[in-house]
Structure formats: C-alpha cells, structure tokens
C-alpha cells in the first residue's frame, strides 16, 4: 500500500504543468498610408507566467496587487480607436494544447479613458485566433489623453490534460480609422 501512495505523489507531479505567455504589440491602421507617430500603446511587462498548476486547477494573476498588468494606449488623431487582442499561438506543449476557452482576460479598471471595455469591467472573455475587441475610444480619449487599462488573466487547465511546458503568444493590437 506504502508504494502506490508514493506512486500516487509521483504521478502528481509529472502531470504539473509550467505554463507562460509573451505579449506582441501592433500599433495598426486600416487605412493606407504612412505611420503616425500620434498614436502609442506600451505594455508595463511582456509576460504572463501562471508558474506549475494542476490538472484541473484555475488561477487568476494579480500580481501587481489588483491586477497583473497594464497597457497605456493614447492617440492625437481625433479618431476612434479599438484596442484588440488574439492568440498568436494558444497554449501548447509539443503537440497538446489548451483550448482557448479556458485562458481569459478581464479589464479591472480603466485609468483616465472614457470610453467602452468589451463587455464591460470585471467581466471575463476568453482568448480567441481571431482579434477580439477589448476597448472603443471615447471623443475625450482621442485627444492625446493616455488610457491605462489594468488587466487580469485567469487559466483553468482541463482535468484531463497532458503534462508539460506550456507556453502561447498573446498579440495586443491599437487599430484607428484613418
């Protein structure tokens, strides 16, 4: 009996899993034409590191207090802005992944912008391969006023999933009408 329960922790932590995210940023227009310089996004830190987690474990990051990190978004252009976001990459180790609906995100607060979270605060939404709006500018935010969203992400890994090395690639883009 001594050995299957050592068997038992064993098998407990093959199945852990190591699992991180990296940010792309893409500072996009719609129209064609030359670059702006009036219109930034910066991201205050490029990864999300959910560390070991368990089969069948959720975690959410707050690891700045309340949130886990924030983007600064601002634009001159006196035109709507939409800030979206996608998996480049879902998480994956060798030939396994975790679907997508199982990593999300949620806006926590929304600095000085005025304008309109995707679904509102404190609501998840999951991660998608297609670009998912997250924030519409206000008239107010269009005027060079930065926008500091603080976000959340929670992963909750499906009970019966492969162990391994997961790691996926989160793109941020700011997109306006010219």
Do not use: C
């Amino acid at each position: 009996m001594n050995h299957n329960s050592k068997q038992g922790r064993a098998m407990s932590k093959i199945r852990r899993f190591a699992i991180t995210a990296t940010f792309a940023m893409v500072v996009g227009y719609s129209a064609i034409g030359a670059a702006s310089a009036s219109i930034s996004m910066t991201i205050d830190r490029d990864m999300i590191d959910f560390r070991t987690m368990d089969p069948g474990e959720t975690r959410e990051l707050s690891d700045q207090g309340v949130y886990h990190n924030q983007i600064t978004l601002s634009s001159t252009n006196n035109k709507t802005w939409y800030l979206k976001a996608h998996l480049l990459r879902p998480f994956t180790s060798g030939a396994n992944s975790i679907p997508n609906q199982n990593f999300r995100w949620k806006v926590i607060s929304i600095g000085s912008g005025r304008g309109t979270v995707y679904n509102n605060v404190n609501t998840e939404n999951a991660f998608s391969n297609q670009p998912s709006l997250i924030y519409t500018s206000a008239d107010s935010d269009n005027t060079g006023t930065e926008v500091v969203l603080q976000l959340r992400y929670i992963l909750e890994v499906p009970k019966n999933q492969i162990a391994g090395n997961y790691d996926a690639v989160i793109r941020f883009t700011i997109i306006e009408i010219l």
